[in-house]
C-alpha cells in the first residue's frame, strides 16, 4: 500500500510560502521606498511639496493655505531653500553679502520672515477654535474690533497694514467662540499674500461656517504700501471695503446700526 503524504507537511509548506511571501512583499516595499527616497535626492522640497498637491488636483495659490502637503519637520528645509534662492536675488541685485555687514545673512533672514512669520498663514493649520454652545440663547449684535491685521499684496508682495472689526448676530442655536478667537483666525487668515477683497470675504466664509450665525458683517480699513510705497506714491490712499452675509444683507437697520458703532471706535 503506498505511503499516505502527511498533512503536517502541507500545513509546514503552505505555511513556509506564507512567510516568504510576506518577506518578498516587505522587501518589494522597502525597496520601493528606497528607490522614491533616492528618486527624491536632490529634488528641491519645494518641487517635492508641489508634487503632492498636484498629485490631489489642489489649488495652491498665494492665498491658500497648503498646511496639509507639508510633513513635520519640512518649514525649516522650505526656509533653507528660500534663503538659498533669496541670496541668488541679493546676487543679481548687485548687493555685496561678503563684506557688508549689514546684509551678510539677510537671504536668511528674508526666508524666515516669509516661511514662519508674513506667509505663515499659507504653512501652518488653522487655529484651534473651541466653541461653547449659547446657553443664554444670546441673540444680540456682537462687535469684535478693532483688529490689527498685517498681510501682503500678491502683486509686489508689499505690506497690507490695517484694522477689521467684525459684527456677529447669534441665533440662539449658533455656537460661540472666544474673544481671542476671532484675532487668531483673522491673523492665520491675513498671513498670507493676497488681495484685500479676498481675504474678507475667505475670513466671512469661515466665520459662518464656525459659528453659523444669523449674521456677519465685516469691514476691513487697510493701507496699502504697494500705493503708498511705489507706484504713485500716495501716502494718504486707503482702502475700505466689507462684507454683509445674512440680516445684515437683509435687514437696513441692523447694518446701519453695526456701521454707526465703528464710527465711534
Given amino acids: 500500500m503506498p505511503n499516505k503524504k502527511l498533512p503536517t507537511k502541507k500545513v509546514a509548506t503552505k505555511s513556509v510560502t506564507k512567510t516568504a511571501a510576506k518577506t518578498a512583499t516587505k522587501a518589494i516595499a ?3 521606498k528606497v528607490t522614491s527616497k533616492n528618486a527624491d535626492a536632490g529634488t528641491p522640497l519645494s518641487v517635492i511639496i508641489r508634487r503632492r498637491i498636484e498629485a490631489q488636483k489642489a489649488r495652491f495659490h498665494a492665498n491658500d493655505n497648503i498646511a496639509a502637503f507639508i510633513q513635520p519637520g519640512e518649514l525649516e528645509g522650505l526656509v533653507d531653500e528660500v534663503a538659498e534662492k533669496m541670496q541668488g536675488v541679493l546676487e543679481s541685485l548687485v548687493i555685496d553679502t561678503q563684506s557688508d555687514h549689514n546684509t551678510k545673512n539677510t537671504s536668511q533672514r528674508v526666508a524666515k520672515m516669509f516661511v514662519r512669520e508674513v506667509f505663515n ?41 490695517g484694522r477689521v472689526w467684525i459684527g456677529v448676530l447669534p441665533s440662539k442655536e449658533s455656537a460661540l467662540i472666544g474673544l481671542s478667537k476671532y484675532a487668531r ?12 477683497e479676498e481675504a474678507v470675504v475667505e475670513l466671512a466664509d469661515m466665520l459662518e461656517k464656525k459659528i453659523k450665525p444669523i449674521g456677519v458683517a465685516i469691514v476691513m480699513d ?7 510705497w511705489r507706484g504713485v506714491k500716495d501716502r494718504d490712499s486707503k ?27
Fill in 30 to 32: 522597502a525597496t520601493a
Fill in 121 to 161: 498663514g499659507r504653512y501652518v493649520e488653522q487655529p484651534t477654535l473651541t466653541k461653547f454652545p449659547n446657553v443664554s440663547r444670546l441673540n444680540e449684535l456682537m462687535i469684535v474690533g478693532p483688529i490689527t491685521i498685517r498681510s501682503a499684496c500678491s502683486h509686489h508682495l508689499c505690506p497690507i497694514m
Fill in 185 to 196: 483666525l483673522t491673523e492665520w487668515v491675513m498671513c498670507r499674500p493676497q488681495i484685500q
Fill in 222 to 228: 487697510a493701507d496699502h504700501f504697494c500705493m503708498q
Fill in 239 to 265: 482702502m475700505v471695503n466689507s462684507v454683509m452675509r445674512g440680516a445684515f444683507l437683509k435687514d437696513p437697520n441692523l447694518r446701519r446700526e453695526f456701521l454707526s458703532l465703528l464710527e465711534k471706535r
